[in-house]
């Protein structure tokens, strides 16, 4: 008679495939995370070869002035950032979906964050920006609006910039590390470079969804814009208090 299919020889045999294949994606795994790193530092050292020639720019008389983006051209930019944002496998890190920065973290030059700025008319407004410097000596951060139509630098404390998340989190095995539904947020409205306030209307369901939002508007009976989406990049946690 052959061996039962549940017999220990099968089980051993069983067993000793599974623990081969999780060996294989484990590594696996390991070499496409350290290839996004190998990307991240890439994309990092031409951020700051960016910055540092925009620099330059500025206290360069002699260059003609740099010309304005075109609003299409940066919403695109914007969008294709989103899409672009890599996937977290894993165990999901700070700056992972809603997951917010340690408290001792420095955004570096070329970081995207939210900005909170004071607009023409005295009103406080928070933006999309760059991170150009960021001082020790005095814990401010200096960051340029996105919105090159302002070419304007600003002086920032800490409490006045949110770094922008730096992976997306995997709803289908990392639900908690987003934003639950209800919950008060800072998101970009759409087709513009500014954060307002809004509630989570659903979560994203798969890697590649945005949530859908409710942005806070004074013009709907309830208080509230109908759902929006917003990719997970641009959705900060709202310190400020819920308005009543």
């Known amino acids: 008679a052959g061996l039962s299919p549940f017999s220990p020889y099968y089980r051993t045999k069983l067993r000793g495939l599974y623990t081969t294949a999780k060996a294989d994606a484990e590594a696996e795994c390991n070499i496409l995370r350290k290839a996004l790193d190998k990307i991240a530092e890439i994309k990092s050292l031409l951020e700051e070869r960016r910055i540092a020639a925009k620099i330059a720019g ?21 969008q294709q950032s989103a899409m672009t944002l890599p996937l977290w496998i894993g165990k999901p890190p700070p700056l992972c979906g809603a997951i917010p920065a340690s408290g001792d973290y420095v955004a570096r030059p070329g970081d995207k ?42 002086t920032l404390s800490r409490r006045r910039v949110i770094p922008l998340p730096q992976w997306k989190a995997n709803p289908e095995t990392d639900p908690e590390a987003l934003f639950q539904k209800e919950q008060l947020v800072l998101a970009l409205y759409p087709q513009t470079t500014c954060f307002y306030r809004a509630l989570i209307h659903a979560p994203p369901q798969r890697p590649q969804d945005d949530y859908s939002v409710l942005f806070e508007d004074t013009s709907y009976a309830d208080g509230y814009s109908p759902p929006l989406n917003v990719a997970q990049r641009y959705v900060v946690a709202c310190k400020e208090p819920k308005k009543m």
Not at 58 to 77: A, I
Not at 124 to 134: D, F, H, R
């Open 58 to 78: 500025l206290y360069n008389d002699s260059e003609p002035p740099r010309k304005t983006m075109r609003r299409g051209v940066l919403m695109t930019l914007l």
């Open 113 to 154: 964050v939210a900005a909170r700025v004071k607009a023409v008319d005295g009103d406080e407004q928070w933006i999309l920006a760059e991170v150009v410097s960021y001082s020790h000596a005095t814990n401010k951060y200096e960051v340029d609006d996105i919105d090159e139509e302002g070419k304007e630098r600003h």
